[in-house]
């Protein structure tokens, strides 16, 4: 039989008085109502009701017993409404990955709107370039830049993700405007650490430029050097997105952009989904999907 019925039954026997009125609360017959008791008793190797004509009485490891059970039969209750509450509204904490740039431009502060909204769930946000495991690593869903190659996770696309090569005007004004790639061997050019030699700054074309005299694995720190007038850089459009509309960086070689980068959302496929992963991707897709 079944341990935690078997309580369940037994706690309902001392409640009601009787195994009679038990078998009405439970809507089972008198008959079952005693083999449920009499299998805790065979278990436990002991009496936990001393039962005569007229009345029943717990043990005194009857009365220790049913004490337990009615914590136990608490926590599973507890259990069984908090599973519940989770499926029927957003709640708990939602593990998240995405690439540092497009976390900490877009998707860090959109995720206010999103936690107010949903003010039961937690967000833990992971921001690298490193590709993170979704199952391994327990995630509930990451942001992919580029072609995705594990067909076991749904994916649901957003807008494309381009790169731009700007400077500021005081950069530009001194050094001059950049016409075609092969006149990055004349300029400064700002490095990711992350870069490997073939991936460097590719463009449409073979031209690359000099070594850089500043490296860093921080989009913002280069944004912050290119501002300074320190160089050109080669950031994510979305990055410099707010400064190039307001001029303080100038785009230059956009002819020779290499083509723009698919973006996704990626989950797990088969996992259940839960109030918590829904909310989140509807509000991704609605914020940063295609048009």
Not at 35 to 40: Q, S, W
Not at 94 to 105: D, E, H, N, Q, W
Not at 214 to 241: D, H, T
Not at 243 to 249: F, P, S, V, Y
Request: aromatic share 6%; net charge neutral; charged share 20%.
């Amino acid at each position: 039989m079944d341990r935690l019925r078997s309580m369940e039954v037994f706690v309902g026997v001392v409640d009601a008085g009787s195994f009679t009125a038990a078998a009405k609360v439970f809507e089972m017959s008198v008959v079952m109502v005693g083999k449920h008791i009499a299998e805790l008793e065979q278990r436990l190797g002991t009496r936990l009701l001393n039962r005569t004509t007229r009345r029943q009485s717990l043990t005194e490891i009857g009365e220790q017993y049913c004490e337990q059970c009615r914590q136990i039969l608490a926590h599973v209750h507890s259990a069984d409404s908090g599973a519940l509450a989770m499926r029927s509204s957003a709640r708990g904490t939602l593990r998240i990955s995405a690439p540092v740039a497009f976390g900490s431009a877009l998707l860090a502060p959109s995720l206010p709107d999103y936690m107010a909204a949903h003010p039961e769930v937690s967000v833990d946000l992971e921001l690298s370039e490193r590709i993170s495991d979704v199952v391994e690593e327990g995630l509930d869903a990451a942001i992919r830049i580029g072609r995705l190659e594990d067909s076991t996770m749904i994916a649901r696309p957003l807008q494309p993700y381009g790169m731009v090569i700007c400077a500021s005007p005081a950069y530009l004004s001194q050094h001059g405007m950049p016409g075609t790639p092969a006149d990055l061997a004349h300029h400064q050019c700002l490095d990711f650490l992350h870069w490997r030699r073939v991936v460097r700054w590719q463009l449409n074309t073979n031209a690359a430029p000099k070594p850089s005299r500043f490296r860093s694995n921080n989009g913002q720190a280069l944004k912050q050097m290119a501002l300074n007038g320190f160089g050109l850089a080669m950031l994510a459009e979305i990055v410099v997105a707010e400064e190039i509309a307001a001029g303080r960086l100038v785009p230059v070689l956009r002819d020779f952009m290499p083509p723009m980068r698919p973006l996704h959302l990626i989950y797990p496929r088969g996992r259940q989904a839960t109030p918590k992963l829904n909310s989140f991707v509807d509000f991704v897709v609605a914020h940063f999907g295609l048009p």
